[in-house]
């Protein structure tokens, strides 16, 4: 073995605590690099030489090689911001992107997203990001993966097909009225004008003829809005007075089943009744006039009305829900339903579907990367959900810049699904991830490499003056 050997085991040294010096200087260069992943080094020595000793043979090495450059993926802390569109992932997985126009797919940690000018949720790059588009109204996965694209400004108006009303109904009221008429043919749509002489008072039905009322918006096919009022009294002549008649209505002049002159029934969209136990839960719902009853398919009494014209292909077919379902044999009460209990007659929930059109206003993501659409008509609306990639391993992507991956042989082919699911991890929104590098253990190193690449030149030093003393045994 050559002296000369020694020269090239301290160059060795020096390139590769050099190159070493190189990825400690990105990783303090990226300390605050939105999702960025610092490096480590791994170094190898080279292949031993034999030499020749006196107890046979033995191997000396020849210095050392950078062996590897490898990124490490530990979770690093978050950055609260004030976009929404800014995301972290706690946990496995990357953010799957793709290059406008190409079908090529790059992954990131980084997610400071934001909208652009054609509606795409892009990073920095203009990379699109990819999700699943949801059903508007299940929020079902519909399709494949594809570019997150949030053009849906306007939310379509939904007419309504159900309408619920819970209340409780005084067991201690009496019937409002003193003879015999039932609450049915107590409305009255033609007496709209007070006038003594004709004997009517200008109400359609007067206080006095009735023990409570609840009212809910329906909306139509156009998104109009409707006003849906119940009315409801004691039937005395029930046994142990647990019967409650019911009436449906709504303003005649929006109602056009019938025509649009206005009649006495206009408005009047179907009665019934509700029998109560002696405890004073639902034990009977019956339709009267004008409503549909409940049977094993339709669990609930049904109405019917029609907001524009005459046409029965116009007609909108409502459920009422008073807080019990019919399975064919009896009802079953929820847990929260309309009772008859000795305290006031009150509303406790009323509600229905359907809305109006809406504008977009903002957006909100959740923790299982769902993006909804909050609109001005109150309604919030599944638009996509993120999807995120798992690799077999992290460390054999590719490093493209900008904290951008490329899959590889080496890492494997991805696994892409939404967040929380298959070991993935859930995204926060309005946040960051920061860089994982830890500025303190890296200056710990950047001494310790110091340190080594001075004794390298030591070694090359020393080295030179034993070839210097060879050379002066010839003087």
Do not use: C
Request: hydrophobic share 35%; glycine share 10%.
């Amino acid at each position: 073995m050559s002296i000369y050997s020694s020269l090239y085991s301290g160059v060795s040294g020096l390139t590769a605590l050099g190159n070493s010096m190189s990825v400690l200087g990105d990783n303090i260069a990226n300390v605050n690099t939105t999702g960025f992943k610092g490096s480590r080094t791994i170094f190898q020595d080279i292949l031993n030489m034999t030499v020749t000793t006196g107890n046979g043979t033995a191997q000396v090495g020849q210095g050392t090689v950078l062996g590897d450059v490898s990124s490490t993926f530990s979770q690093s802390g978050f950055e609260t911001t004030d976009s929404v569109t800014d995301l972290a992932i706690d946990g496995e997985g990357f953010f799957v992107l793709k290059t406008p126009g190409t079908t090529q797919k790059l992954y990131s940690r980084a997610g400071a997203f934001k909208v652009d000018g054609s509606q795409y949720l892009v990073n920095p790059a203009g990379l699109i990001v990819q999700g699943y588009k949801l059903d508007p109204d299940s929020g079902a996965r519909v399709g494949t993966i594809t570019d997150v694209q949030l053009n849906s400004t306007v939310a379509a108006p939904s007419k309504s097909s159900y309408v619920s009303v819970l209340a409780n109904l005084n067991s201690k009221a009496v019937k409002k009225t003193e003879d015999a008429v039932p609450l049915y043919d107590r409305w009255d749509a033609t007496d709209n004008v007070e006038d003594p002489a004709a004997g009517t008072d200008g109400k359609i039905i007067a206080e006095s003829d009735y023990a409570h009322s609840s009212t809910v918006k329906v909306y139509d096919k156009q998104g109009n809005s409707h006003d849906i009022t119940i009315y409801f009294d004691k039937d005395p002549a029930s046994e142990g007075n647990n019967t409650w008649e019911f009436i449906v209505t709504t303003n005649p002049a929006e109602d056009l089943l019938a025509g649009t002159d206005i009649q006495t029934t206009s408005g009047l969209l179907g009665g019934g009744t509700i029998e109560f136990t002696n405890d004073g839960k639902i034990n009977t719902i019956t339709a009267g006039t004008g409503l549909t009853a409940a049977d094993a398919t339709n669990e609930f009494l049904q109405f019917s009305v029609n907001f524009f014209d005459q046409d029965a292909a116009n007609t909108q077919t409502i459920q009422l829900d008073f807080g019990a379902s019919y399975n064919g044999t009896a009802w079953i009460s929820d847990t929260l339903a309309t009772t008859q209990f000795a305290s006031d007659s009150v509303n406790m929930f009323q509600a229905a579907d359907g809305f109006a059109r809406g504008e977009l206003q903002t957006i909100k993501i959740n923790q299982e990367g769902t993006i909804n659409g909050v609109y001005s008509n109150g309604k919030t609306i599944p638009l996509y959900q993120l999807a995120l990639a798992k690799f077999n391993s992290k460390r054999g992507l590719d490093k493209l810049g900008g904290s951008i991956y490329r899959e590889t042989l080496a890492s494997g082919p991805p696994a892409e699904n939404p967040p929380t699911t298959n070991g993935l991890g859930k995204v926060i929104s309005s946040t960051l991830e920061q860089s994982n590098v830890d500025i303190a253990m890296e200056f710990v190193k950047m001494i310790t490499t110091q340190r080594g690449y001075q004794a390298n030149s030591k070694t090359i030093q020393t080295t030179d003056q034993m070839i210097q003393t060879v050379v002066n045994l010839k003087r």
